[in-house]
T-cell receptor, first 116, second 114 residues
Framework: GAGVSQSPSNKVTEKGKDVELRCDPISGHTALYWYRQSLGQGLEFLIYFQGNSAPDKSGLPSDRFSAERTGGSVSTLTIQRTQQEDSAVYLC??????????????FGEGSWLTVV | QQQVKQSPQSLIVQKGGISIINCAYE??????FPWYQQFPGKGPALLIAIRPDVSEKKEGRFTISFNKSAKQFSLHIMDSQPGDSATYFCAAPYSGAGSYQLTFGKGTKLSVIP
Protein backbone atom coordinates (compact mmCIF):
# COMPACT_ATOMS: atom_id res chain seq x y z
CA GLY A 1 0.00 0.00 0.00
CA ALA A 2 0.90 3.64 -0.13
CA GLY A 3 1.45 3.91 3.59
CA VAL A 4 1.35 1.95 6.82
CA SER A 5 -2.24 1.02 7.53
CA GLN A 6 -3.54 0.28 11.02
CA SER A 7 -6.89 -0.95 12.29
CA PRO A 8 -8.95 -0.27 14.19
CA SER A 9 -8.26 3.44 14.38
CA ASN A 10 -10.13 3.61 17.67
CA LYS A 11 -11.00 0.88 20.15
CA VAL A 12 -12.81 1.13 23.45
CA THR A 13 -12.74 -2.05 25.50
CA GLU A 14 -13.66 -3.15 28.95
CA LYS A 15 -11.00 -3.96 31.48
CA GLY A 16 -10.12 -7.64 31.33
CA LYS A 17 -11.02 -8.11 27.68
CA ASP A 18 -8.52 -9.09 24.99
CA VAL A 19 -7.83 -6.80 22.03
CA GLU A 20 -6.11 -7.28 18.69
CA LEU A 21 -4.54 -4.46 16.75
CA ARG A 22 -3.60 -4.92 13.12
CA CYS A 23 -0.85 -3.41 11.03
CA ASP A 24 -0.36 -3.61 7.28
CA PRO A 25 3.11 -2.26 6.44
CA ILE A 26 4.30 -0.59 3.26
CA SER A 27 4.73 -3.16 0.52
CA GLY A 28 8.31 -4.44 0.30
CA HIS A 29 9.29 -3.32 3.78
CA THR A 30 10.96 -6.16 5.62
CA ALA A 31 11.17 -4.48 9.00
CA LEU A 32 8.13 -3.77 11.15
CA TYR A 33 7.93 -2.07 14.53
CA TRP A 34 5.35 -1.48 17.22
CA TYR A 35 5.60 1.56 19.46
CA ARG A 36 3.30 2.82 22.19
CA GLN A 37 2.55 6.45 22.92
CA SER A 38 0.76 7.36 26.10
CA LEU A 39 -1.05 10.69 26.41
CA GLY A 40 1.47 13.49 26.11
CA GLN A 41 4.38 11.08 26.22
CA GLY A 42 7.11 10.01 23.87
CA LEU A 43 7.29 6.89 21.76
CA GLU A 44 8.02 3.70 23.65
CA PHE A 45 9.48 0.82 21.63
CA LEU A 46 7.63 -2.47 22.00
CA ILE A 47 8.86 -4.97 19.40
CA TYR A 48 10.82 -5.25 16.15
CA PHE A 49 10.20 -7.76 13.36
CA GLN A 50 12.59 -8.63 10.57
CA GLY A 51 10.53 -10.71 8.18
CA ASN A 52 8.40 -12.98 10.34
CA SER A 53 10.94 -13.18 13.14
CA ALA A 54 11.03 -10.92 16.17
CA PRO A 55 14.68 -10.57 17.20
CA ASP A 56 13.83 -7.86 19.71
CA LYS A 57 10.82 -8.16 22.01
CA SER A 58 12.49 -6.28 24.81
CA GLY A 59 9.94 -3.47 24.91
CA LEU A 60 6.86 -5.59 25.55
CA PRO A 61 5.74 -4.43 29.01
CA SER A 62 4.35 -7.74 30.27
CA ASP A 63 3.44 -11.24 29.17
CA ARG A 64 -0.06 -9.97 28.44
CA PHE A 65 1.39 -8.42 25.30
CA SER A 66 2.29 -10.49 22.26
CA ALA A 67 2.73 -9.90 18.55
CA GLU A 68 3.10 -11.93 15.44
CA ARG A 69 3.78 -11.31 11.81
CA THR A 70 2.82 -13.57 8.96
CA GLY A 71 3.92 -13.74 5.34
CA GLY A 72 6.48 -11.05 6.00
CA SER A 73 3.64 -8.58 5.88
CA VAL A 74 0.69 -8.09 8.24
CA SER A 75 1.31 -7.97 11.96
CA THR A 76 -1.06 -8.31 14.89
CA LEU A 77 -0.43 -6.96 18.38
CA THR A 78 -2.52 -8.73 21.01
CA ILE A 79 -3.14 -7.47 24.51
CA GLN A 80 -4.74 -9.97 26.84
CA ARG A 81 -6.73 -9.10 29.96
CA THR A 82 -6.47 -5.39 29.25
CA GLN A 83 -5.83 -2.98 32.09
CA GLN A 84 -6.54 0.73 32.27
CA GLU A 85 -2.83 1.51 32.08
CA ASP A 86 -2.82 -0.09 28.63
CA SER A 87 -4.77 2.90 27.31
CA ALA A 88 -2.54 4.55 24.73
CA VAL A 89 -1.95 4.99 21.04
CA TYR A 90 -0.31 1.96 19.50
CA LEU A 91 1.79 2.94 16.52
CA CYS A 92 3.03 0.59 13.86
CA UNK A 93 5.93 1.48 11.59
CA UNK A 94 7.86 -0.16 8.81
CA UNK A 95 11.11 0.30 6.95
CA UNK A 96 12.79 -1.18 3.93
CA UNK A 97 16.22 -2.16 5.15
CA UNK A 98 17.16 -1.48 8.75
CA UNK A 99 20.77 -2.44 8.15
CA UNK A 100 21.42 0.32 5.69
CA UNK A 101 22.48 3.76 6.75
CA UNK A 102 19.77 6.32 6.31
CA UNK A 103 17.02 3.77 6.72
CA UNK A 104 13.72 5.66 7.07
CA UNK A 105 10.99 4.41 9.37
CA UNK A 106 7.43 5.24 8.33
CA PHE A 107 4.59 5.33 10.85
CA GLY A 108 0.92 4.59 10.56
CA GLU A 109 -1.76 6.80 12.09
CA GLY A 110 -2.04 4.60 15.16
CA SER A 111 -4.72 2.65 16.95
CA TRP A 112 -6.18 4.58 19.88
CA LEU A 113 -6.98 2.14 22.66
CA THR A 114 -9.11 3.13 25.61
CA VAL A 115 -9.68 0.63 28.42
CA VAL A 116 -12.67 1.46 30.62
CA GLN B 1 20.06 0.80 25.21
CA GLN B 2 20.33 4.15 23.50
CA GLN B 3 19.21 7.14 25.52
CA VAL B 4 18.14 10.32 23.80
CA LYS B 5 17.60 13.45 25.83
CA GLN B 6 15.47 16.16 24.24
CA SER B 7 14.82 19.69 25.38
CA PRO B 8 12.81 21.79 25.92
CA GLN B 9 9.65 19.87 26.72
CA SER B 10 7.53 22.72 25.37
CA LEU B 11 8.24 25.84 23.40
CA ILE B 12 6.22 28.92 22.55
CA VAL B 13 7.46 31.07 19.70
CA GLN B 14 6.06 34.14 18.00
CA LYS B 15 5.23 33.87 14.32
CA GLY B 16 8.33 34.66 12.32
CA GLY B 17 10.67 33.70 15.14
CA ILE B 18 13.23 30.90 15.33
CA SER B 19 12.36 27.65 17.11
CA ILE B 20 15.28 25.62 18.45
CA ILE B 21 15.03 22.09 19.83
CA ASN B 22 18.05 20.21 21.16
CA CYS B 23 18.89 16.54 21.50
CA ALA B 24 21.79 14.57 22.96
CA TYR B 25 22.52 10.90 22.39
CA GLU B 26 24.80 8.15 23.59
CA UNK B 27 26.96 5.83 21.56
CA UNK B 28 25.60 4.60 18.29
CA UNK B 29 26.85 2.40 15.49
CA UNK B 30 24.58 3.99 12.95
CA UNK B 31 25.06 7.36 11.38
CA UNK B 32 21.54 8.60 10.88
CA PHE B 33 19.57 11.02 13.00
CA PRO B 34 16.01 11.88 12.02
CA TRP B 35 13.48 14.36 13.30
CA TYR B 36 9.79 13.51 13.27
CA GLN B 37 6.83 15.88 13.33
CA GLN B 38 3.54 14.83 14.84
CA PHE B 39 0.22 16.65 14.61
CA PRO B 40 -2.59 15.84 17.06
CA GLY B 41 -4.36 12.63 16.12
CA LYS B 42 -1.75 11.68 13.54
CA GLY B 43 1.24 9.40 13.45
CA PRO B 44 4.76 10.85 13.45
CA ALA B 45 6.06 11.80 10.02
CA LEU B 46 9.69 12.14 9.02
CA LEU B 47 10.59 15.81 8.76
CA ILE B 48 14.31 15.90 8.10
CA ALA B 49 17.31 13.70 8.82
CA ILE B 50 21.08 14.04 8.90
CA ARG B 51 24.11 11.84 8.58
CA PRO B 52 26.97 13.09 10.75
CA ASP B 53 29.49 13.25 7.93
CA VAL B 54 28.04 16.73 7.53
CA SER B 55 27.58 19.31 10.26
CA GLU B 56 24.42 20.88 8.89
CA LYS B 57 21.52 20.03 6.64
CA LYS B 58 18.92 22.50 5.47
CA GLU B 59 15.56 21.85 3.87
CA GLY B 60 13.50 24.95 3.40
CA ARG B 61 12.93 26.57 6.77
CA PHE B 62 14.17 23.51 8.66
CA THR B 63 17.85 23.01 9.54
CA ILE B 64 19.59 20.29 11.50
CA SER B 65 22.90 21.15 13.10
CA PHE B 66 25.06 18.22 14.16
CA ASN B 67 27.99 18.08 16.58
CA LYS B 68 29.41 14.58 16.46
CA SER B 69 32.11 15.09 19.08
CA ALA B 70 29.54 16.38 21.57
CA LYS B 71 26.95 13.80 20.49
CA GLN B 72 24.38 16.53 20.07
CA PHE B 73 22.08 17.65 17.29
CA SER B 74 19.47 20.32 17.05
CA LEU B 75 16.53 21.36 14.92
CA HIS B 76 16.11 24.98 13.92
CA ILE B 77 12.86 26.21 12.41
CA MET B 78 13.32 29.58 10.77
CA ASP B 79 10.44 32.01 10.24
CA SER B 80 8.19 29.80 12.40
CA GLN B 81 4.55 29.66 11.31
CA PRO B 82 1.36 28.70 13.17
CA GLY B 83 1.17 25.64 10.92
CA ASP B 84 4.42 24.44 12.45
CA SER B 85 2.63 23.96 15.78
CA ALA B 86 3.13 20.28 16.49
CA THR B 87 5.17 17.92 18.61
CA TYR B 88 8.69 17.25 17.40
CA PHE B 89 10.70 14.15 18.22
CA CYS B 90 14.38 13.56 17.65
CA ALA B 91 15.61 10.01 17.32
CA ALA B 92 18.80 8.02 17.21
CA PRO B 93 19.25 4.48 15.95
CA TYR B 94 19.97 1.63 18.27
CA SER B 95 21.50 -1.55 17.00
CA GLY B 96 22.46 -4.53 19.08
CA ALA B 97 21.68 -8.19 19.67
CA GLY B 98 19.98 -8.52 16.30
CA SER B 99 17.78 -5.52 16.84
CA TYR B 100 17.45 -2.31 14.95
CA GLN B 101 15.16 0.44 16.14
CA LEU B 102 14.93 4.14 16.69
CA THR B 103 15.06 5.47 20.21
CA PHE B 104 13.08 8.66 20.52
CA GLY B 105 13.37 11.70 22.68
CA LYS B 106 10.35 12.55 24.80
CA GLY B 107 9.22 15.21 22.38
CA THR B 108 8.88 18.98 22.27
CA LYS B 109 5.47 20.56 21.92
CA LEU B 110 5.87 23.66 19.79
CA SER B 111 3.25 26.37 19.75
CA VAL B 112 3.68 29.21 17.27
CA ILE B 113 1.47 32.13 18.16
CA PRO B 114 0.36 34.72 15.57
Amino acid sequence: GAGVSQSPSNKVTEKGKDVELRCDPISGHTALYWYRQSLGQGLEFLIYFQGNSAPDKSGLPSDRFSAERTGGSVSTLTIQRTQQEDSAVYLCASSRNPRSSGNTIYFGEGSWLTVV
Amino acid sequence: QQQVKQSPQSLIVQKGGISIINCAYENTAFDYFPWYQQFPGKGPALLIAIRPDVSEKKEGRFTISFNKSAKQFSLHIMDSQPGDSATYFCAAPYSGAGSYQLTFGKGTKLSVIP
